[in-house]
Every structure is written in structure tokens, then in C-alpha cells.
């Protein structure tokens, strides 16, 4: 078999690695070549797209069935693809994410405004369920709970900067937790200029220090330590985010 094509779009003649597969075909090969195909896409993506919403519409059922029946394969697929472009996948995400952090935010928040309703009918109708999962899902995830609540509260009190970086709030979170199971008492992410003096619920904000120390902060405003630190603590600053990923690497293990 001679290892050239002609496209039937552009004309011109080229090898086959140049053509997608297509078993209906003859030869194996669809008929125009991989560019003229591309280009195609890219030229109609609206109608293409606007076709396969009508094909799923029109065949809900049959797509259903599939799903149902395939779940192990389609998975499996989901998989092999995720592993094979994991790179890829997440870079298109931070840039999309990046991109239109705006669009997101509103989108998210109109579809949270939309469905308020209906979220409390069906936390009203599965209070007990819903109570098991939250349960489930702070012990699975601690310092998400405890950003998310600290960033509430603050929030309710206007106090939320908008360049707060929650990932950073959920690192400080788990740090305090390791050093409540390294020194056996509990340690709090607390603000280094508290809320009700004006300040922000803002990463740089915030320290972690023995719940102890809170306590006399809040019945005192020239609030001072009365135990020093242990020896091999050092706030966490700036540089521990440098790298993207922060570690703990202050502290013994
Ligand atoms: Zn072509």
C-alpha cells in the first residue's frame, strides 16, 4: 500500500500518518486530512457543539444506558486520559481559572443565590444525612472546616480582605494541628491585629499560637505572651509559600 493520500478537502497528497483513523472507510483513513479536520472544527465548534446538545437531548435514554451499563470502562478511560495529560489538565484548569476568576466567582455565586431554596428544602428533608456527611467531611478535612470558618465569621463582620488567600488560611490550620499533636495542647490560628481592632481576615494577618495565649489576648488589649514559644517554633512567613508548596519544615516531625 503506497504510504500517500490526497485529502479530499485541501487536495494536497500527504502521508498517512496525516489522516485520523476511520474504520468505515476503505483504506482505514477519513477522507480529509488531519488539518483540513481541525480547521473544520474550529470553524463550526458552535454548530458541532449545538449538534451534540441536540443528539443528547434526543437520545437522553440511550446515553443513560450507556453510562449505566459501561460505568467500569468509562471510568477506566477517565483514568488512563487523566493519567496520561494530568500536565496538561491542570495547566488548562489554573489557566482558565486564572483567566476568568471574575466570571467564576459571579457564576458561582448566582447559581448558590438561585438554588438557596431548594438547598434548604433537601437539607430540611435529609437533616440527619447531611448532618453525617458534614460530620464526615470535617474529620476528612479539618483545616478546610476551620478556614471555612474562620473566613464566615469574618466575612459577617466585614472584615474579609479580597486578596485573602484561603489555601494559605488551610496550610496555617494544618500546621496548628500537627503542633496540638507534637506539644499535646490546643494551638489557634489567631489574627495578629484582631477584628475587632480593625483588622483583616487576611493571610498575612494571621499567626498560629497556643489557644492559651488567645485567651489572655482577648481579656487584655496590650496583651503580651506569658510563655515564650517553644525553641524550634517560628511563625511561618511569606518565604514558606515561596514554592507554592509551603512545608513545615520548622518543625520536628
Ligand atoms: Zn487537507
Not at 494536497?12 to 485520523?20: I, M, Q, V, Y
Not at 443528539?55 to 444506558?65: G, H, I, P, Q, S
Not at 474579609?160 to 507534637?182: F, V, Y
Not at 488567645?214 to 525553641?231: G, L
Request: charged share 40%; with cysteine.
Amino acid at each position: 500500500m503506497s504510504n500517500l493520500k490526497t485529502c479530499s478537502k485541501c487536495g494536497e497528497t500527504k502521508p498517512r500518518e496525516e489522516f485520523t483513523r476511520n474504520k468505515s472507510k476503505r483504506d482505514g483513513l477519513s477522507s480529509p486530512c488531519k488539518a483540513c479536520r481541525k480547521a473544520y472544527k474550529v470553524a463550526n465548534r458552535e454548530k458541532i457543539n449545538e449538534g451534540k446538545r441536540k443528539y443528547y437531548a434526543d437520545n437522553r435514554e440511550k446515553a443513560r444506558e450507556y453510562q449505566e451499563t459501561n460505568r467500569e470502562k468509562i471510568a477506566e478511560r477517565k483514568r488512563k486520559y487523566y493519567a496520561a495529560n494530568r500536565e496538561k489538565i491542570n495547566e488548562g484548569k489554573r489557566k482558565y481559572y486564572a483567566d476568568n476568576r471574575g466570571k467564576i466567582t459571579k457564576q458561582k455565586r448566582e447559581y448558590d443565590a438561585a438554588h438557596r431554596e431548594q438547598r434548604r428544602n433537601y437539607k430540611e428533608a435529609n437533616r440527619e444525612k447531611v448532618a453525617e456527611q458534614e460530620r464526615a467531611y470535617r474529620q476528612a478535612h479539618p483545616e478546610k472546616a476551620r478556614a471555612k470558618g474562620s473566613r464566615r465569621r469574618a466575612a459577617k463582620r466585614n472584615a474579609l480582605h479580597p486578596e485573602h488567600d484561603l489555601k494559605r488560611e488551610q496550610w496555617l490550620h494544618k500546621l496548628a494541628r500537627r503542633l496540638e499533636r507534637i506539644t499535646g495542647e490546643p494551638w489557634h490560628v489567631d489574627h495578629i491585629v484582631p477584628l475587632a481592632q480593625g483588622g483583616w481576615h487576611h493571610h498575612d494577618n494571621l499567626q498560629i499560637i497556643p489557644a492559651k495565649w488567645n485567651c489572655q489576648k482577648q481579656a487584655n488589649a496590650f496583651w503580651e505572651p506569658a510563655s515564650p514559644c517553644p525553641p524550634w517554633f517560628r511563625v511561618p512567613d511569606i518565604d514558606d509559600f515561596a514554592s507554592g508548596k509551603p512545608r513545615a519544615k520548622h518543625l520536628p516531625n
